[in-house]
């Protein structure tokens, strides 16, 4: 009786450590995809930033050859 005591409780202990495991790795993957998408977020804001500054740069420079 005590061994199959023990042997239940090691099973509970088991399956507790495997759902906590299984959450921790779908939780660590949906910070890794909201990271990837922040990320992206910012480096297409910084991409347009960047070819807005090139198009006024270029019409500063047409405005300037024509005086």
């Known amino acids: ?10 099973l509970a202990v088991t399956v507790i ?3 906590w495991r299984s959450y ?5 993957r949906r910070q ?3 990271r990837e998408r922040v990320a992206l977020l910012l480096w297409t804001a910084a991409d347009a930033e960047q070819d807005s500054d090139d198009v006024r740069n270029a019409a500063l420079d047409n405005s300037a050859k024509k005086f």
């Open 1 to 10: 009786m005590p061994l199959l005591v023990c042997s239940i409780a090691l």
């Open 17 to 19: 450590y495997l759902f």
């Open 24 to 28: 921790l790795l779908a939780f660590e």
């Open 32 to 34: 890794d995809v909201l």
